[in-house]
């Protein structure tokens, strides 16, 4: 069992605010990758590889943090089932950026060529070399993509709804630390006329 704490470790919350531009970063690398033949792809994919390494590193790190240190829980009054779709969010959330980096790193590992970091530094293949599992890799790297990108939508939808609607300390518990509390009602005030 995991602690359970009224906001997000110091540590929880950088890795969770470094990441989040990286991986938007990510996605529209990867967009522009695909997009373009000119010089540029190229250079976008020297930035991805090893930035993909770099993101397989912090999420490990950040599962880690989450498993030692828990997380706040959830507002009392929350319905079960945006209980449930929080769990199974954040579930999906980390299972994809864990499974972005492998996938890429598996399926250049099938094309043959180098996941390379800086200068000569490589990484060693992960996947044998085969062009019909790197056609499957490419095929599965694109639509989990996707995932991704409609997953951090989610996420940021739902992080908007906590910190602007309900306001019940759940944005503000990751944005800075501020402890969960039970939704509080709008006054007067706040509704405007």
């Known amino acids: 069992m995991t602690p359970a704490h009224a906001h997000f470790s110091p540590l929880a919350r950088l890795l969770h605010w470094m990441m989040a531009p990286l991986i938007v ?8 990758m695909v997009a373009t033949v000119s010089h540029a792809h190229n250079t976008l994919i020297a930035i991805h590889k090893p930035l993909g390494i770099a ?20 507002p009392d009054d929350m319905p079960a089932p945006q209980r449930v779709a929080a ?3 954040h579930l999906v959330l980390y ?9 890429g790193w598996a399926m ?3 094309a043959g060529y180098p996941v390379t970091l800086y200068g000569p530094l490589h990484l060693p293949p992960i ?9 499957a890799l490419r095929a599965l790297h694109t639509w989990l993509a996707f995932a991704l990108f409609a997953t951090v939508l989610l996420h940021l939808a739902a992080a908007l709804f906590h910190g602007l609607i309900r306001r019940d300390g759940v944005f503000s518990s990751m944005a800075r630390g501020g402890p969960i509390r039970s939704a509080q009602p709008f006054t007067r005030s706040e509704r405007g006329s």
């Open 25 to 32: 970063a990510m996605l529209f690398i990867g967009v522009g």
């Open 55 to 74: 993101l397989l590193a912090l999420v490990l790190l950040r599962v880690s943090v989450r498993i030692k240190r828990g997380s706040p829980p959830l």
């Open 87 to 89: 769990k199974a969010s």
């Open 95 to 103: 299972a994809l950026m864990a499974a972005m980096p492998l996938i």
């Open 108 to 110: 250049l590992s099938a």
């Open 127 to 135: 996947a044998p070399h085969d062009v019909r599992l790197f056609a």
